[in-house]
């Protein structure tokens, strides 16, 4: 999805996973949710697994930076819904927050290769989920 332009994947402490914008029409949006309910279905099911994993993992190796960094993503989703901003940039910094949280559980099961596949997770997630909040903070 990077390749396509849809995804920015940042690495690193302050990483995470960015939807670009893409301008799509309603009728387009909806084909677009159609054709991936069965793939949104997959990616739930696999997430299930795998997040199940990094978190049994995270919850016996992680630091106090990890939780640290988890209570402020939590705090940072907390205040958006208090403060009801669902839209515009209270969307994407949920989002971002929300990420940031799964993502640092995974890092905390310090384990390489669930970490990707959490990251592969959420870079899926997002694609479609962004895609229709764009479409309907147009209307």
């Known amino acids: 999805m990077e390749g396509e332009g849809l995804l920015e994947v940042k690495r690193g402490a302050s990483g995470g996973i960015v ?21 949104l279905e997959q990616l739930y099911e696999y997430r299930q697994i795998i997040e199940a994993e990094a978190a049994r993992l995270a919850a016996q190796r992680h ?14 989703m907390k205040k958006i819904i208090v403060e009801e901003r669902y839209s515009g940039a209270g969307l994407h910094e949920f989002m971002a927050a929300d990420t940031t949280f799964h993502l640092t559980i995974a890092e905390a099961a310090h384990n390489d290769y669930l970490f990707k596949a959490v990251e592969q997770i959420w870079a899926a997630r997002f694609l479609p989920v ?3 909040f764009r479409s309907l903070e147009r209307k």
Not at 67 to 74: D, H, N, V, Y
Request: glycine share 2%.
């Open 63 to 76: 630091t106090k930076a990890h939780l640290e960094k988890m209570r402020m993503s939590a705090d940072i």
């Open 19 to 39: 939807v670009l914008p893409q301008e799509r029409s309603d009728v387009e949006v909806r084909a677009m949710a159609k054709t991936r309910q069965s793939e």
């Open 130 to 132: 962004g895609t229709i």
